[in-house]
């Protein structure tokens, strides 16, 4: 049965396939497919290749993006997930979450963290 996750807020269920809406959020809020952990790359190599693919997509699509994280100092664990700086306007985060080009190369939803920088 596949995972589901709210967009807005995180949540995650395990449903039947279909097309569900957050319980939290209400209808606005469409959950997306995700893949477990256990398909996500587990080796520095693996992290790296994926990294980079993104990286490449994120520019054809005019975004500045580059590798962060554990595993561009590489000291990643298997655990450790992959950081990907992109600079984009607020208001493309979400295309950012259900980009087919990402989606497809993940084989995931991404997590979208919004960082401000307050001053």
Same mark, same amino acid.
Not at 1 to 6: G, V
Not at 24 to 31: I, K, R
Not at 115 to 119: R, T
């Given at each position: !049965?596949? =995972?589901?996750?709210?967009p807005?807020?995180?949540?995650? @269920?395990?449903?039947?396939?279909?097309?569900?809406y957050?319980k939290?959020?209400?209808?606005?809020?469409? !959950?997306?497919?995700?893949?477990?952990?256990?398909? @996500?790359?587990?080796?520095?190599?693996?992290?790296l290749?994926? @990294?980079?693919e993104?990286?490449? =997509?994120?520019?054809?699509?005019?975004?500045? +993006?580059?590798? @962060?994280?554990?595993? +561009?100092?590489?000291?990643?664990?298997?655990?450790? /997930?992959?950081?990907?700086?992109?600079?984009?306007? +607020?208001?493309?985060?979400? /295309?950012? !979450?259900?980009?087919?080009?990402?989606v497809?190369?993940?084989?995931?939803?991404? /997590?979208v963290v919004v960082?401000?920088?307050?001053?």
């Open positions: !049965m596949p =995972i589901y996750k709210c807005k807020c995180g949540r995650q @269920a395990e449903l039947p396939e279909g097309k569900y957050c939290v959020c209400g209808p606005s809020a469409v !959950m997306v497919e995700i893949i477990r952990k256990t398909e @996500a790359p587990t080796t520095h190599e693996e992290k290749e994926v @990294a980079n993104i990286i490449q =997509i994120l520019r054809r699509k005019g975004y500045k +993006a580059k590798l @962060a994280g554990s595993v +561009a100092r590489g000291t990643d664990t298997p655990y450790s /997930d992959v950081d990907i700086l992109v600079n984009a306007p +607020a208001e493309k985060y979400h /295309d950012l !979450m259900t980009d087919k080009d990402i497809k190369c993940l084989r995931k939803h991404p /997590d960082d401000f920088i307050l001053i």
